[in-house]
């Protein structure tokens, strides 16, 4: 699956180059391959030929798409009427923050389908991000709940779609940087642990995954960690104590992946 991190802040796509790392941008034969596009949503779009794409929306609880990066997909797609389609599909209740839908325009209901159906997107995935913009939601007395673990679950909720999918192109920009306030370095730091979490997790068990989730978003518990958890980590060179005092805010995303 090509993963392409796209965002008009270039603050935002130099900080995805350094979290990402330079061995997990250049290693051709993974499954995930990771690019940067710094620019708007279109140009890139009408560069593509994917036919399966899959174009995340870092929306509010209602699916409208009056702002940020849901407005983009809204100008490209048609409008208000492809909102109001939109929202139709989610249901146009309430949709959690933290959850995620999957709208296919693949399938159309109506006439609708065949106007945007076709324009190179095949899934929104609809992740909800705040309830509604009235006020921005990023605390700095709180960055784990109000930065690291929102964006680590709406990254890890994409990509865990677009996977079971069968998505060849996932779309994905800055998550909770716009009207939610996270901090750049906050967003990409959360973002790019879940990427190469994700894109590393045939290499390690899933009890080895928890345990990394469970450090990195600083909800240590015993109980759910298995025994052989330090042996793996010795095998796969990852430091536990290290590993058991990560700071999000201090420690790099290297200090507690596997070495290479
Ligand atoms: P959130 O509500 O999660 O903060 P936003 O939709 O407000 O999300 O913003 C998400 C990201 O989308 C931001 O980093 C912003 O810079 C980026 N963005 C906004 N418009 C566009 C666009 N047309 N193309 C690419 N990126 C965009
Ligand atoms: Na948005
Ligand atoms: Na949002």
């Excluded at 330079?22 to 690019?35: D, L």
């Excluded at 798409?65 to 849901?70: H, M, Q, R, V």
């Excluded at 399938?107 to 095949?122: D, E, F, L, P």
């Excluded at 979490?197 to 759910?224: G, W």
């Amino acid at each position: 699956m090509k993963v392409i991190l796209c965002d008009t802040n270039e603050a935002i796509c130099k900080s995805w180059v350094k979290f990402l790392g330079r061995n997990i941008r250049s290693s051709s034969e993974a499954r995930f391959q990771f690019h940067i596009h710094h620019g708007s949503l279109e140009p890139l779009l009408k560069g593509e030929s994917s036919t399966n794409c899959a174009v995340v929306s870092p929306g509010n609880s209602f699916g409208y798409l009056g702002g940020g990066f849901d407005l983009a997909i809204r100008n490209y797609l048609g409008g208000e009427k492809f909102e109001s389609w939109f929202r139709q599909q989610i249901g146009p209740g309430y949709h959690h923050v933290g959850s995620s839908t999957v709208v296919d325009l693949g399938v159309g209901s109506g006439s609708g389908s065949q106007i945007w159906g076709n324009r190179g997107i095949r899934y929104i995935i609809h992740v909800p991000t705040m309830v509604a913009p009235s006020k921005p939601l990023y605390d700095p007395n709180f960055p784990m709940r109000t930065g690291y673990e929102p964006v680590f679950n709406a990254t890890w909720n994409s990509l865990a779609s677009s996977i079971s999918l069968n998505v060849d192109t996932l779309i994905i920009p800055g998550l909770c940087s716009g009207w939610v306030g996270v901090p750049v370095e906050v967003t990409c730091k959360s973002m790019c642990f879940a990427l190469r979490l994700y894109a590393m997790r045939n290499q390690m068990s899933v009890d080895l995954q928890n345990a990394l989730i469970m450090y990195f978003l600083k909800y240590p518990f015993k109980p759910f960690m298995r025994s052989s958890f330090k042996e793996e980590c010795r095998e796969l060179n990852i430091n536990v104590n290290q590993l058991k005092n990560f700071d999000a805010e201090r420690d790099s995303i290297e200090s507690i992946m596997p070495g290479m």
